[in-house]
């Protein structure tokens, strides 16, 4: 009996631990970047997480399998996640590009000569 309430309690506690990685999710969607993201990180906790699920169906032991899955499925989604916003052009970029994704002439480099804000160079 205390075994299983031992059980049920860290397979709570192991799934409110997959679930905390949410929060970085979300902070990444808001400031739409992963820069101070660790990919790696996160590559290296995804591996974790399969061998203890592998690990808990060699036992078929649900406490290990349940909440190491929860992680993998957020793990996964953070890294993909980061992955998509460092591909995305930065702002700075975006704004010299066009629709198609390139740089518009003039706009790239330095000022354009001819322009009413650059006559008096």
Do not use: C, H
């Not at 032991?61 to 929860?70: D, E, F, K, M, R």
Request: aromatic fraction near 4%; glycine fraction near 10%.
């Amino acid at each position: 009996m205390t075994q299983t309430s031992l059980a049920i309690a860290a397979s709570s506690a192991g799934v409110l631990m997959g679930l905390a990685p949410v929060l970085q999710i979300r902070q990444m969607l808001r400031e739409r970047s992963s820069a101070q993201v660790s990919v790696g990180y996160f590559i290296v906790l995804l591996a974790g997480f399969l061998l203890w699920i592998a690990y808990g169906a060699s036992l078929r032991n649900l406490a290990l399998i349940v909440p190491n899955s929860v992680a993998l499925l957020v793990t996964t989604t953070v890294i993909t996640v980061a992955v998509r916003l460092r591909r995305r052009p930065t702002v700075a970029r975006q704004d010299k590009a066009d629709s198609a994704g390139r740089l518009r002439p003039g706009r790239a480099g330095g000022p354009v000569t001819g322009l009413p804000e650059n006559a008096g160079e």
